[in-house]
């Protein structure tokens, strides 16, 4: 994508809970202007999600990626 955008902005929730007897992180991000919500099972999901929506080379719109 030839990303013209140049500004994000999330509000992120991260808690703690257990999975299988480890803890494990949890994460939602929420778009301010439209509320809507993206969770991740492990924080190396959200990392991924993240580094996609700002790669230079992602076809996807930004505000419709899932």
Not at 34 to 47: C, R
Request: net charge negative; proline share 6%; no cysteine.
């Amino acid at each position: 994508m030839a990303n013209d955008t140049a500004y994000y902005a999330f509000l992120l929730r991260l808690w703690k809970e257990k999975k299988e007897g480890k803890d494990a992180w949890r994460v939602t991000l929420e778009d301010p202007h439209t509320g809507e919500q993206k969770g991740f099972s492990e924080l190396e999901e959200l990392f991924n999600f993240l580094h996609q929506m700002t790669s230079p080379a992602n076809p996807t719109d930004p505000k419709k990626a899932s």
